[in-house]
């Protein structure tokens, strides 16, 4: 098992829709966990149409502070996340926050949240979570992120104080487990540029295709026959198996 976190610096760059992607088109059993501090419920209202709502986050971390075992908190929380067409992968969706008060108590939660996704399933955990925000992400989920991914795009405004919010993500998390995300490299500038400049690693490129995006935002069964040969899906196929590729090989190098 393991967790990849994905957050924004700044603007609207495709974060949840690129999660969600991910979280459908990965290689093996998937659980997205939509901690998004804005609260936005986006994959909810969205991809799931509101079918699925529940308590989700905020559900663990009652039962953290109650000290009842995660794993059956996880157990009834988590809700199905219909698959694209043609995958019978497990694929499993923890809801948001539905209440601004219980973000910041979160944080604490982590550590012993992931140890029971370690512990209770062989699904790997990617984690929407959302703006990085003036405060930066919570500092124990950075730790203990196996990658950590800031998506953004390619433009001079994108990335213009993608720095200063890249910087803390370096400093808090594994050796070389952090890097980008690119939607739409090539507008202008490519990925072999955008990493130079900043110094990290380019994860993964999502193709710029704003009607497939928007297909995959409003719902599932709103996909068109077309949706798995778009742009957007050939390219998060793609960054789903980079993405797995580059996890196993920091596994094996751990284990060596």
Known sequence: MSTVVLASASGAPGTTTTALGLALTWPTASVLVDADRAAAQTVLAGYLHGRAAGVGLESVLQAHRERNPLLDTLAATARPLPPLPGDETPRALISGFTHLGAIDLFEPVWP???AAFETGTEADVIVDAGRTGHRGLPDTLVREA???ALVCRTSLIALAGLRLHLAPLVAASKLGATGLILVGPGRPYAAAEVADQFGVPVLAEIGWDPAAAEELHAGHDRLGRR?????????????????????ARREREVAS
């Open 112 to 114: 012993p949240l992931l």
């Open 146 to 148: 196996d990658l950590v």
């Open 227 to 247: 949706w798995p040969r778009s742009p957007l899906a050939v390219s998060l196929g793609r960054a789903s198996e980079a993405l797995h590729g580059r996890l």
